[in-house]
């Protein structure tokens, strides 16, 4: 069947921001399919909340509403645009719950809107728990035993019924939130409720829990006339009950027979036919180690986080493919982009082995649980390629910036091994590597862990071999060592031997086939080998520049370097260079094989970059689009004679080093808030108590205000520099004068003479928290003329100054009317494709070609403040905070949101309100029956100025509610304030809440 | 372990360690694209005068079942990237290297499996010896030839499998080198199986009054065994007729047809097949270095071919109440979607209208 031509007009759904469980897999999806989209000559109509997308680019969509993903905005869309079709499939489970509430309010019918792709009535038969059992009970295939609950009772009656323990997966939700396992009927109640509350219809799935069967993956692909195909197996480390996405998975699986895979295989063809799913599908398995029963997990009918890795996994574009089948096209008709030659309607095999690593954000969350369950905890991911387990383990750490580059890793606490091990935590892996290290055999790790033997045997390799080169390291050990996966720096401090032989690098083409016909796409990863296939690739004349990605999504270096490091490649090919990418997340757009000219799939270690640059030998390469991950490397490659593009590394080093950069200021005669960098706990007590309480307290050179406080008390310092020098410091803590101003943003594009400054952001919230979390107000909201210019000529001064070419990124403060700076970044920063989109300041494209040497009056932006449009940008962090238990959701000076959306509006109030209601926000509507109430309690120094946003409060006719001080102090202007108990004197105000009476809660104070 | 040496006919050697059986191993050497599937690849009897290379580097994972052999191990080497010492599953019974010792079979590892595969794929297959030393001469690698193949893999006597379940059938299996899942897929579905050697004459056949014959799968060139095709033509038309790969290649060079050696084969459980009757696309299991020439067909039609490549994959022979595929429905390594085949085979016996399949 070829292209459907009624198919004119097509709305596309994207995922909104990224949360846990729903990250950058599907700016990676929704970008592929808007390109389909538009290459067949259809009319792409997109929506989706979240700048930092590439799919949000005006190239990919005819039209796009960067608006909330409510069903109240796609269906004022809907009749905006008519539509003929929409595409709901490539936006995650927002995407898809979308479309299903629009498909089941006969919304969709009545305007002649068609779903295409898998239709409405396959999304319920798989996403519907009780249709779903049916549909595989009628196809004859097994189910873990389970049933529905809609109440806390039922659920604990078919709990009873099926037996202890079961796990609770809530309906409708994203990354499992609110599942759980519960043990006993006490644990049960509780899981209960929390996953009825985290289902939006209140219904959850009681099951089973199968713990220790194998949890097996395929990702299967069907067409209109039933052709089906399983692109890729993966296998998780991990046995069933630790999330997909917490868990280590390989790819393909690796310890299953022909017989269990064809099995497994067989089932996923099977559920798809029945299904009736058009396009990619997602089938989990869990599959009992002792014999050949299996029960089917879960069904994803839709492009996900585990289709993004097999694609990258295998080279097969799944999403891609996916959009071509909803236009119409079969499978047999598709072309295999990767050889050019065979035809898509075939199964991608492989002559490696992929290794995906979690990201958590256990860093930033040191109170949270490290628990592992049901429930996604993971922000991002790494993949590793290699011809074996171990180095593709190896690298994969190393990827995971987890300051690790083997499996050796300090224990999270001093108990022994063998009962850490029992900790389905992050760490398992490291505690599994520590026990068979220590001699325990793997049979007992295996009882404990039930983690299959093989993988357990492939960390046991890699444990005797690090203990016979203790002493001494030969020549030959070291071919081996490297061919197990280990870096030069790692082998020398692990043996000691620090003059070592010379290993070269290759190069091998991920190629879908396993070298079966001759490819013609440039996706590498490296091995250690005779023959290199990317020495021998063809290449262009043009001269090559390497561009550095930003590595694993997580909390402070999300998507937004992702979209900047994809617009540097596209602007430096256009500039007509060769343009290599080195990165090693699977889920974005980087490291799709057709964004640059040749993709390397690697760990951003100064090895690896350094590998693939003897191979490549570019004329320089760019480090200031990938965050920090890129930037860490500057001093690196600037030490071997590397050319860097853009600011120099003396540029950076002057940035990120305090003395150096105050020294610069003080030339200037900029202020900064004052402080110093300090190396002991007598110097932070001492620096402290001279700067006067409140202090900031951070380690230089880190991301997301990682480790960053606001200590009150000598106490405090005391506890955190305990804490920091306890992990070993490089760097100076900075110690810094705490001042609770205003905080503004500027990213500033300079050609060394001139610069550009697109737009000024004012965020909402006062200094102290961190910029990442903020509210971001583009243009300023109440910012007059003269600090405009302050900022305007201080901002300049610098750029020049630092010798800045290209991006940098500038925060100020002011308090008490001075102008401070807070931060520079000499570097791509987050708020960059915020500004570029609604500034339509293309700023990565200007600042590509200004590193190039381009001057920036040529380029047709003019220089200095860029115009000031006639509305208001707004963007608002979102939080993962319900999947993370125990953390502590109090914003401060360390980031905690994992992403962030946009509202635009014709007045400040309108975009903060299309902001706060596409971050997730229900803003109490004026017309609801009950009246909002808010809740004020402040902190003895504050009582002054809530005082008088209580009485606008009050005004607006708002029920207000405080807690004993604060009541006081509001009621001295004599308004109607409730006062109540604090939380932890008595159970008021979670009472309150319970019952909807609190809308919102003014809080400062310490948590 | 000792050195072991991969010397290619055109001169090529790669250096890498030993393991399997220590001995000298010469054959012509094709590689294999399965992830999973090694037992059966090293068990499949058409495998015969080759050596086996695996694309996928890890191999014997999960070691060795022996409920899984699909016949004799014939192969005359096997060359891995990696083999595993640490099987794990719970029907391993050894791991692969005592396997390989058992069968006498030589192997070798440590060589850049992706870089020879890349090889043969621009030169075509060719012949090679995996010995401890590089010979001086060339010559015998050269001059080796796949001889006897079909005597070599098959059985010299009569054999019975009973029907599972209630017999409905009874069918001859000609063997050439067949492997275990053409009988099991027979015998599921009500079969008796009678398996004859090579040489068993039409008339034989015929005499048993079966209601079907299978031509199995089988090692070397179809075009040498003249005897074979010679009966294959007297039993065509006389009762229904399903052949596989070698048997398919010999019913289209007993009506007439003519074959090729393909540069490289196709080998794994990857390849796409699609139905000319129906427009649908099947992934397969193959193994097979010829091919029958689609411009060389002279009798029936052509129904399967290779969506990468369009080489014929499948003939019906409406006029002789016969069909035959160059893929494997019996899978065994490979998926299982195409195993309907063997319905169609049931309901052709069950006196089904041809036309209507």
Same mark, same amino acid.
């Given at each position: 069947?070829?292209? =459907?031509?009624?198919?004119?007009?097509?709305?596309? !759904?994207?995922?909104?921001? !990224?949360?846990?469980?729903? #990250?950058?897999?599907?700016?990676?999806?929704? *970008?592929?399919?808007?390109?389909?989209?538009?290459?067949?000559?259809? =009319?792409?109509?997109?929506?989706?909340?979240?700048?930092?997308? !590439?799919?949000?680019?005006?190239?990919?969509?005819?039209?796009?509403?960067? &608006?909330?993903?409510?069903?109240?905005? $796609?269906?004022?869309?809907?009749?905006?645009?008519?539509?003929?079709?929409?595409?709901?499939?490539?936006?995650?489970?927002?995407?898809?719950?979308?479309?299903?509430?629009?498909?089941?309010?006969?919304?969709?019918? #009545?305007?002649?809107?068609?779903?295409?792709?898998?239709?409405? %009535?396959?999304?319920?038969?798989? &996403?519907?728990?009780?249709?779903?059992?049916?549909?595989?009970?009628?196809?004859?295939?097994?189910?873990?035993?389970?049933?529905?609950?809609?109440?806390?009772?039922?659920?604990?009656?078919?709990?009873?019924?099926?037996? /202890?323990?079961?796990?609770?997966?809530?309906?409708?939700?994203?990354?499992?939130?609110?599942?759980?396992?519960?043990?006993?009927?006490?644990?049960?109640?509780?899981?209960?409720?929390?996953?009825?509350?985290?289902?939006?219809?209140?219904?959850?799935?009681?099951?089973?829990?199968? *713990?220790?069967?194998?949890?097996?993956?395929?990702?299967?692909?069907?067409?209109?006339?039933?052709?089906?195909?399983?692109?890729?197996?993966?296998? =998780?480390?991990?046995?069933?009950? $630790?999330?997909?996405?917490?868990?280590?998975?390989?790819?393909?699986?690796?310890?299953?027979?022909?017989? %269990? /895979?064809?099995?497994?295989?067989? *089932?996923?063809? =099977?559920?798809?036919?029945?299904?009736?799913?058009?396009?990619?599908?997602?089938?989990?398995?869990?599959?009992?180690?002792?014999?050949?029963?299996? +029960?089917?997990?879960? $069904?994803?009918?839709?492009?996900?986080?585990?289709?993004?890795?097999?694609?990258?996994?295998?080279?097969?574009?799944?999403?891609?493919?996916?959009?071509?089948?909803?236009?119409?096209?079969?499978?047999?008709?598709?072309?295999?982009?990767?050889?050019?030659?065979?035809?898509?309607?075939?199964?991608?095999?492989?002559? /490696?082995?992929?290794?995906?690593?979690?990201?958590?954000?256990?860093?930033?969350?040191?109170?949270?649980?490290?628990?592992?369950?049901?429930?996604?905890?993971?922000?991002? %991911?790494?993949? +590793?390629?290699?011809?074996?387990? %171990?180095?593709?383990l190896l690298k994969a750490v190393r990827g995971a910036e987890i300051g690790a580059d083997t499996l050796n890793k300090v224990p999270v606490d001093d108990r022994p091994v063998r009962e850490r091990l029992a900790d389905m935590d992050d760490v398992r892996i490291f505690t599994c590597f520590e026990a068979l290290k220590s001699g325990m055999s793997v049979e007992e790790v295996t009882s404990v862990t039930r983690i299959d033997p093989w993988f357990l045997f492939r960390l046991k390799n890699l444990a005797d071999f690090e203990k016979k080169i203790e002493n001494s390291l030969s020549d030959e050990d070291y071919f081996r060592g490297k061919r197990l996966g280990y870096t030069d720096k790692a082998l020398s401090r692990l043996s000691g031997r620090k003059d070592l032989p010379y290993s070269e690098a290759v190069y091998k083409m991920v190629d879908t086939c396993a070298a079966e016909f001759a490819a013609e796409t440039p996706y590498f990863y490296s091995t250690y080998d005779s023959v290199c296939d990317s020495r021998s690739f063809k290449r262009s004349s043009k001269p090559c520049i390497m561009v550095l990605g930003s590595g694993p999504i997580r909390i402070g270096q999300g998507i937004e370097f992702d979209y900047s490091s994809v617009h540097c490649v596209w602007t430096l090919r256009e500039l007509g260079y060769d343009v290599v990418i080195v990165n090693n997340n699977p889920e974005t757009v980087s490291t799709d094989y057709d964004t640059a000219d040749r993709l390397y799939f690697e760990p951003l270690t100064p090895e690896d970059v350094m590998n693939i640059i003897r191979v490549e030998k570019p004329v320089g390469v760019v480090v200031a689009f990938g965050g920090q991950t890129a930037i860490k490397l500057t001093k690196f490659l600037d030490e071997n004679n590397i050319p860097i593009l853009g600011t120099s590394a003396e540029g950076i080093d002057i940035a990120e080093d305090r003395a150096r950069f105050d020294a610069l200021l003080e030339n200037f005669g900029i202020r900064r808030p004052s402080g110093r960098g300090v190396n002991t706990l007598e110097e932070a007590v001492q620096a402290a108590q001279e700067l006067g309480y409140p202090v900031l307290l951070r380690p230089s050179y880190v991301i997301g205000g990682q480790n960053m406080t606001i200590s009150r008390s000598r106490e405090h310092t005391e506890d955190y520099m305990r804490r920091i020098l306890a992990g070993g410091i490089e760097n100076p803590v900075l110690v810094d004068k705490y001042m609770p101003g205003v905080e503004l943003e500027v990213d500033v594009i300079s050609d060394g003479d001139d610069v550009l400054i697109p737009g000024i952001m004012e965020h909402i919230e006062r200094a102290g928290v961190h910029s990442g979390d903020s509210i971001a107000v583009y243009p300023p909201y109440n910012l007059d003329d003269r600090y405009i210019e302050k900022i305007c000529e201080c901002s300049k001064k610098l750029a020049l100054a630092l010798g800045t070419k290209g991006l940098v990124n500038i925060q100020y403060l002011i308090y008490q009317e001075e102008l401070y700076v807070i931060e520079v970044n000499p570097r791509a920063s987050r708020t960059v494709p915020y500004i570029s989109k609604v500034t339509r300041v293309p700023m990565v494209d200007i600042a590509a070609q200004v590193m190039l040497g381009a001057k920036l009056k040529d380029l047709g932006c003019g220089t200095g403040l860029y115009r000031t449009p006639p509305y208001y940008a707004v963007k608002v962090p979102v939080f993962s905070f319900e999947k993370l238990s125990d953390a502590n959701s109090i914003l401060g000076p360390e980031m905690k949101s994992t992403g962030e959306v946009l509202g635009i509006g014709k007045t400040m109030p309108e975009a903060l309100f299309k902001g706060l209601t596409a971050a997730g926000f229900k803003v109490p509507s004026p017309r609801s029956h009950k009246k909002p109430g808010v809740l004020i309690s402040v902190e003895e120094s504050d009582y002054q100025e809530i005082i008088s946003l209580a009485k606008r409060f009050y005004d607006l006719g708002i029920a207000l509610y405080a807690t004993t001080g604060t009541a006081q102090a509001i009621s001295t202007l004599g308004i109607d304030v409730i006062s109540v108990k604090n939380a932890g004197e008595s159970d008021d105000i979670p009472h309150l809440m319970a019952e909807g009476d609190l809308s919102y809660i003014v809080y400062t104070g310490a948590v | 372990m000792a050195k072991r040496y991969l010397i290619l006919a055109d001169g090529s050697v790669y250096e890498g360690e030993g393991f399997g059986a220590d001995k000298n191993g010469l054959g012509e050497l094709v590689f294999n694209t399965g992830v999973v599937g090694y037992i059966e690849t090293l068990t499949d009897p058409s495998y015969y005068g080759q050596i086996v290379m695996q694309t996928f580097p890890l191999i014997g994972n999960y070691g060795i079942i022996e409920d899984d052999f699909e016949g004799r191990c014939l192969v005359k080497g096997y060359v891995v990237r990696e083999w595993c010492r640490t099987p794990s599953n719970f029907r391993s019974q050894y791991d692969i290297d005592e396997f390989l010792k058992k069968q006498g079979v030589p192997g070798i590892y440590g060589v850049d499996t992706r870089a020879i595969t890349q090889h043969i794929r621009d030169k075509g297959v060719m012949n090679a010896l995996i010995a401890d030393q590089v010979p001086s001469s060339l010559d015998d690698i050269v001059s080796y030839r796949v001889k006897d193949a079909v005597r070599r893999a098959s059985a010299e006597k009569v054999s019975v499998f009973p029907a599972l379940g209630e017999k409905k059938y009874f069918v001859t299996l000609v063997d050439y080198g067949t492997k275990q899942g053409i009988i099991r897929e027979l015998c599921q579905r009500g079969c008796e199986v009678t398996v004859v050697p090579p040489e068993t004459t039409a008339e034989e056949i015929l005499s048993a009054s079966p209601d079907g014959v299978m031509l199995s799968n089988g090692p070397g060139d179809p075009a040498e065994n003249t005897a074979c095709i010679a009966e294959i033509r007297k039993l065509m038309g006389r009762v229904p007729v399903f052949g596989l790969c070698l048997g398919h290649q010999m019913m289209a060079l007993a009506t007439g047809g003519k074959t090729i050696k393909l540069k490289y084969g196709h080998r794994g459980g990857n390849q796409p097949v699609t139905d000319l009757r129906t427009g649908h696309t099947y992934i397969t299991s193959q193994n097979h270095g010829y091919a029958v020439d689609v411009n060389g067909i002279a009798a029936g039609q052509l129904r399967y071919v290779n969506a990468n490549d369009q080489t014929c994959e499948g003939i019906d022979y409406p006029e002789y109440c016969a069909f035959s595929v160059q893929f494997h429905p019996e899978a065994c390594a490979g998926p299982r979607d195409t195993s309907a085949l063997f319905d169609r085979f049931a309901r052709m016996m069950g006196g089904k209208s041809f036309a209507a399949e």
């Open positions: 069947m070829p292209l =459907n031509k009624d198919i004119k007009k097509v709305l596309m !759904i994207g995922s909104g921001p !990224i949360v846990i469980g729903q #990250a950058a897999e599907f700016d990676y999806a929704g *970008a592929q399919a808007c390109r389909v989209l538009k290459k067949a000559g259809v =009319n792409v109509v997109l929506v989706n909340s979240n700048p930092a997308t !590439i799919m949000t680019d005006k190239a990919l969509a005819d039209e796009i509403y960067l &608006e909330p993903l409510t069903a109240e905005t $796609v269906k004022r869309i809907i009749i905006k645009e008519k539509p003929d079709s929409m595409l709901a499939g490539l936006g995650g489970q927002t995407g898809l719950t979308l479309a299903m509430q629009l498909s089941r309010e006969g919304f969709l019918e #009545a305007h002649g809107v068609k779903l295409i792709g898998t239709n409405a %009535e396959a999304i319920d038969k798989a &996403e519907d728990r009780q249709m779903f059992k049916d549909t595989m009970l009628s196809i004859g295939e097994p189910v873990i035993p389970s049933d529905i609950a809609e109440d806390v009772d039922t659920a604990l009656r078919i709990a009873s019924e099926i037996g /202890y323990p079961v796990i609770i997966r809530p309906a409708f939700t994203l990354g499992g939130t609110g599942g759980g396992v519960a043990y006993t009927p006490e644990e049960m109640r509780q899981a209960a409720q929390s996953g009825l509350d985290a289902s939006p219809i209140n219904q959850i799935l009681v099951e089973k829990y199968i *713990a220790g069967w194998k949890e097996i993956e395929f990702e299967v692909m069907r067409d209109g006339i039933g052709n089906v195909i399983a692109v890729c197996s993966m296998e =998780n480390v991990d046995p069933v009950g $630790v999330h997909t996405g917490d868990s280590i998975v390989v790819a393909p699986a690796l310890t299953l027979s022909n017989k %269990e /895979y064809q099995m497994l295989r067989s *089932a996923a063809l =099977n559920i798809i036919n029945a299904l009736g799913i058009m396009g990619g599908c997602n089938c989990q398995f869990a599959l009992d180690p002792y014999s050949m029963k299996y +029960a089917v997990i879960e $069904v994803n009918p839709r492009v996900s986080r585990s289709s993004a890795l097999a694609s990258k996994a295998t080279g097969y574009p799944i999403a891609k493919v996916t959009t071509q089948i909803a236009l119409g096209y079969t499978l047999d008709e598709i072309k295999n982009e990767i050889t050019g030659k065979t035809c898509a309607c075939f199964e991608p095999t492989v002559d /490696y082995v992929v290794v995906k690593f979690p990201k958590w954000p256990f860093d930033k969350f040191n109170t949270a649980r490290r628990r592992l369950g049901t429930q996604m905890k993971a922000t991002g %991911e790494v993949m +590793a390629i290699a011809p074996n387990f %171990e180095m593709g | -």
